[in-house]
């Protein structure tokens, strides 16, 4: 298997701009989560679905943050519009249920000028 | 809230020492505990998961030990080696089914 996959690894954008971020999952799992990184405040849980249903939101930081998982195999995270504060590296993960472990992909590292 | 602490925050080793990397969490009702390494500008890579009904887990030079009612757990790296060099993250389930992970321990091995 591949692993999950993640896309694209670097993004630089501009303050204002929106920015969507991709992830595919290893396929059979049926957890998906993304993770934002940073110096400051580590590694913090944004969102997570089950069966492409989104579960806990309960991370994720702003309106200005979204997430879809529109089948098994792909799922975005949108920011719009996005700020100098989002620089960080965007990591998706996913599992075979609730007790294994989770799987993580290479990451995403954003920067907003 | 759970909260997870790594001691120490880094640690250097000559090769072939053996490497002791402590974590703590605040709450004890967890799901299960796992340890990931994290390389430079990389993802995380799962080594060992303990559920909540184990006290350890192995894996080749790897060795993992929970005690739940103190709130602790050890990752030993037997014979450590140059590549061992990295950090280490620990990262608790919940009975929510979330992830609190610890701040790491960046590790270097020297030759």
């Known amino acids: 298997d591949a692993g999950v996959i993640q896309s694209p690894r670097h993004e630089v954008t501009e303050m204002g701009q929106e920015v969507t971020l991709r992830c595919k999952p290893i396929?059979?799992?049926?957890?998906l989560f993304w993770y934002r990184q940073t110096m400051m405040r580590g590694l913090e849980l944004l969102i997570y679905?089950?069966?492409?249903?989104?579960i806990d939101d309960s991370g994720m930081p702003e309106d200005r943050f979204s997430a879809k998982m529109p089948n098994a195999s792909f799922s975005t995270l949108k920011i719009q519009p996005s700020e100098p504060r989002d620089s960080a590296v965007y990591f998706c993960?996913?599992?075979w249920g609730q007790g294994l472990e989770q799987y993580f992909g290479p990451g995403t590292r954003l920067t907003v000028t | 809230k759970q909260e997870v602490t790594q001691i120490p925050a880094a640690l250097s080793v000559p090769e072939g020492e053996n490497l002791v990397l402590n974590c703590s969490f605040t709450?004890?009702?967890?799901?299960?505990l796992q340890w990931f390494r994290q390389d430079p500008g990389k993802g995380l890579t799962s080594l060992l998961l303990?559920?909540?009904?184990?006290r350890e887990q192995t894996s080749g030079r790897l060795n993992a030990s929970l005690d739940k009612s103190s709130g602790r757990s050890t990752l030993y790296i037997a014979a450590s080696q140059p590549g061992d060099s990295a950090t280490y993250l620990c990262?608790?389930?919940?009975?929510?089914?979330?992830?609190?992970f610890g701040a790491g321990t960046t590790v270097t091995v020297r030759a």
């Open positions: 993960a996913s599992s």
């Open positions: 709450d004890s009702a967890i799901y299960n």
């Open positions: 303990i559920q909540s009904s184990q």
């Open positions: 990262a608790v389930k919940g009975n929510d089914y979330k992830l609190s």
């Open positions: 396929s059979g799992h049926d957890y």
């Open positions: 679905f089950n069966n492409n249903v989104p």
